[in-house]
Antibody, heavy 120, light 108 residues
Framework: EVQLLQSGGGLVQPGGSLRLSCVAS????????MTWVRQAPGKGLEWVTA????????YYADSVKGRFTFSRDNSKNTLYLQMNSLRAEDTAVYYC?????????????WGQGTLVTVCS | EIVLTQSPGTLSLSPGERATLSCRAS???????LAWYQQRPGQAPRFLIY???SRATGVPDRFSGSGSGTDFTLTISRLEPEDFAVYYC?????????FGQGTRLEIK
């Protein structure tokens, strides 16, 4: 059974930093691209960043480029989202998600979500 | 960037009825790389449809997807109580990945 277990998140002041983690199980982790999607309170879904299975190719939404860093440790089946220079508009529930397959950036499994609140 | 516009914003129906949800793209979605998700309150999205028409594993056959180019549809043939939720479309044929704003399916 595929599971994505998220941790991290919480309340942070504007300009601060936070790191999210996502531990995966139930599939061959290193062979799948992974993604973070966020959802502001009461709003829709927004793609944030994606990372290839080997950790070489990474892509960011313009809204987070230069501030967020997506990485993975395939020996630990773990994803990391380092978020720096946080802004009020980054407040959202963040979901990690497993891509369906290579070349198909659609998401068949999702983590439970973790809330990030940026507020002074 | 491809903008996805979903309609209607809210759809009020009764259990047993048929639901038709629309997703229109501002540009052609290449290779019909269009997916649908269901999200119940307080839960993560659930993967329903990919490639415009293919059902994900475990998704009941009352859910079906159709369309190509710029116009796509999610149909739920006979609504069950657990189907009342918010539905999102997503295109993954062009960068950046984009989602529609969602259609809320509510009990009439």
């Amino acid at each position: 059974e595929v599971q994505l277990l998220q941790s991290g998140g919480g309340l942070v002041q504007p300009g601060g930093s936070l790191r999210l983690s996502c531990v995966a199980s139930g599939f061959t982790f290193s062979t799948y691209a992974m993604t973070w999607v966020r959802q502001a309170p009461g709003k829709g879904l927004e793609w944030v960043t994606a990372l290839s299975g080997d950790g070489v190719h990474v892509y960011y939404a313009d809204s987070v480029k230069g501030r967020f860093t997506f990485s993975r440790d395939n020996s630990k089946n773990t994803l990391y989202l380092q978020m720096n220079s946080l802004r009020a508009e980054d407040t959202a529930v963040y979901y990690c998600a497993k891509n369906l397959r290579d070349g198909a950036a659609t998401y068949e499994y999702w983590g439970q979500g973790t809330l990030v609140t940026v507020c002074s | 960037e491809i903008v996805l516009t979903q309609s209607p914003g809210t759809l009020s129906l009764s259990p047993g009825e048929r639901a038709t949800l629309s997703c229109r793209a501002s540009q052609t979605v290449s290779s019909s790389y269009l997916a649908w998700y269901q999200q119940r309150p307080g839960q993560a999205p659930r993967f329903l449809i990919y490639g415009a028409t293919s059902r994900a594993t475990g998704v009941p056959d009352r859910f079906s997807g159709s369309g190509s180019g710029t116009d796509f549809t999610l149909t739920i043939s006979r609504l069950e109580p657990e189907d009342f939720a918010v539905y999102y479309c997503q295109q993954y044929g062009s960068s950046p990945i984009t989602f529609g704003q969602g259609t809320r399916l509510e009990i009439k």
